[in-house]
């Protein structure tokens, strides 16, 4: 991120804490109910955004090496992506050209030949068909024709992309419009893969992503978590066509005011997320990037599965390794909270990382989403309102609703 666009950043927030008055999106809005339970609408976002949209499945760090390959199947297709001995990203359809069997059904691995389990097809993980078992009794092929069906792929900026259609375009520099070279500044390329947990729970999936809506539920609702890392109630927000910019204040802001502005660092007055569309929330740091990914069940709108993948950049890593070595602290889950623990140069891991971002939103924030869910369900409740402070909430939904041609949210005359 420019370093101009940090400054910028942290004096707002500094303005919105000290004024004690939170951004204003201008209006409040009706957000119909309907919109997390209807199957009709359910079924045209999965085929809209998910089965024929691009996809961002990982960083590149979830490819380290030449070899490295990793499957998928959240959006319909079965992916499996890999890695060549040249370092170039592929994606194909994870499925056997003789029977249509599934490839590999490991997650992840490192490999450059896939060995179908039916018959034994041989592929590279370029794609060609290398090996046909018994070709004297099944026949003669022509391989050239039959390799695996390759999917448009893109690495770019340290992200992974593919499109489920063979045909489909996939353009990364059009899907994150200005903000690419903003993503490019967070170095993702450089950072390594640790650990992946898995919220699989009954909301939908534009509900789940609701909760990265908004700063004014930190001192409420996470009174006791994270609110004692971050402030609520002041957010640094700008958007970019369909994907947007979310800044709030950590607690770490209140040391910057003492310093000069040349010694500003982002990451100790700000915590970043980037909303791209339609389902990705990306939050990165100078030391860590945590990535989200939000998808529908496509046979049930009131539910949804969350993949949280942690990375860490090496030097953390190494760092962390030699203070165990060396008997000096590092923040893990239960400490992460106590002020005392924070300072000294203690080192925030992923133990910690873990408990801030996905035990809280499994616990606290999808708690509330799941209870929402039942009352759409209940069909009584018509309406949400989305306050002047939401405006992420205003932006998720005017955009998903704007992409399906649906009418726009309806603003509330406030009295
Ligand atoms: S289905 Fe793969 S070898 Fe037969
Ligand atoms: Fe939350």
Redesign the pocket.
Known sequence: MKRVTQIKILKELMDQLDRKKNIDAGCQLKNPTASYVNRELADREWTEFFRTHPQMVGLSGDLPRPGSYLTLQDFGVPILATRDKKGVFHAFLNACRHRGTRLTSEQCGEQEHFVCPFHNWTYKNTGELVGIAREQDFGNIDRTQFGLIELPSAEKHGLLWVHPDPNGNLDPELLLGELGPEIESWNLSQQVFTDESILNKNLNWKLAND?FGETY??TR??KNT?SRIFYGDALAYETFGRNHRFCFPTRGIDTLRTKPETEWRMDTGAAVVYYLFPNIQLVPSEKQITLFRIYPDPNDPSRSTTRIRQYFSPSILESIDEAKASGRPVIDASTVYDPDSRGGGSIFGPDASREVFIS??DQ??YSMGESTQRVAEAGVLKHLIFGRNEPALHHFHATFRDALNLPPLEQIQEP
């Open positions: 909760t539920h930190f609702l996470h994270v809280t939103l606290e924030d």
